[in-house]
């Protein structure tokens, strides 16, 4: 009898997957893949691109920045009435003040050439390559703005008939390059401020001076024109016929220097001057240097506010009214 051989047991095979579903499978991810690059790139655009028609918050900024640089006077810095008022708090006075106010008239015989620039006009003198005067209206609503950084590039004024000075007039020289109307006064616009950088508008001042009593009283004008709303302001150097000379271009050194201002209540004006001598004033205060605007048109042989009425312009410039004005 024969035996029978033991059957061994059989392995179980891995099961095998179809190569239709694997097909399939395959398909259904690549479709999943499309799909949701699709969805990306959708949101992408959307992002970069928007449909709606409203600008966006950083469009509108930069269209309402740029506006004031379009809208400023491009060859002349005098405001109209309408603009010469500044949009401020309710706090703030705004009195309009007739256009070129701020424009005095010399009345001695001397070389000038009138510039009008973005922020300021000069009387040049290229005789002694400094100005007889800059003349500027300053509102509240300038002395507020921070649109632009002061650029600290000094350049002769193209607009310059004649010799000019220039910066290498000026090196180790121990004075510093002095800005008649200031730099700190035209930060609402960057042409303002680049051409507060003219050479023409600046003076050869002692440090002491430029960076004492004089900055203080720049300091001190903003103050008043944003208590008053708008601040006529006419500032030089006092032009002798004995000043020195600097620099290969014979820059004229003045011995002193003058400010006058004035502004409107609404019923009247009010007018204050200032004479310095180049020199270190130190902790002497600005009110006890404060005179008459009379008194420096006697000094320096111009006619400061000519174009107010006679009596206004008189009564205005006789007297410092020392309620009117605050230190």
């Not at 000069?122 to 950084?149: C, F, G, H, M, P």
């Not at 050194?253 to 180049?278: A, D, Q």
């Amino acid at each position: 009898m024969t035996k029978r051989k033991s059957r061994k047991p059989r392995k179980r095979t891995k099961q095998q997957t179809s190569p239709f579903l694997t097909t399939v499978k395959r398909m259904f991810i690549g479709a999943f893949l499309v799909v949701a690059c699709f969805i990306g790139l959708l949101f992408l655009y959307n992002s970069f691109y928007p449909t709606t028609d409203k600008p966006s918050v950083a469009k509108e900024k930069k269209e309402c920045t740029d506006v004031s640089d379009i809208t400023a006077p491009q060859t002349s810095t005098f405001k109209t009435e309408t603009s010469s008022v500044p949009t401020v708090s309710s706090t703030t006075k705004t009195f309009k003040i007739p256009a070129n106010t701020e424009i005095p008239r010399l009345k001695v015989k001397r070389q000038e050439q009138v510039i009008k620039h973005e922020g300021y006009t000069v009387s040049y003198n290229s005789d002694y390559r400094i100005a007889n005067w800059v003349a500027y209206e300053l509102t509240a609503q300038e002395t507020k703005s921070k649109k632009t950084e002061r650029s600290n590039k000094f350049v002769p004024d193209p607009m310059v008939k004649g010799v000019t000075a220039t910066n290498e007039d000026y090196t180790r020289t121990g004075y510093d390059r002095g800005h008649l109307a200031p730099a700190g006064d035209m930060k609402w616009s960057a042409k303002a401020m680049r051409e507060s950088f003219y050479l023409s508008n600046i003076c050869p001042q002692k440090p002491d001076l430029n960076r004492g009593i004089w900055k203080e009283l720049e300091e001190q004008s903003r103050l008043w024109a944003m208590d008053n709303g708008v601040l006529l302001i006419v500032t030089g150097p006092v032009i002798t016929n004995d000043m020195k000379r600097l620099g290969k271009n014979q820059v004229a050194i003045p011995k002193s220097f003058y400010k006058v201002l004035c502004y409107h209540t609404g019923k009247s004006y009010k007018g204050i001057g200032f004479i310095f001598e180049n020199r270190d004033y130190k902790n002497k205060s600005l009110k006890s240097m404060a005179i008459p605007v009379d008194s420096v048109e006697k000094v320096t042989g111009i006619d400061f506010f000519h174009s107010l009425p006679d009596k206004e312009e008189k009564e205005m410039e006789a007297v410092v009214d020392w309620d009117s004005w605050s230190f």
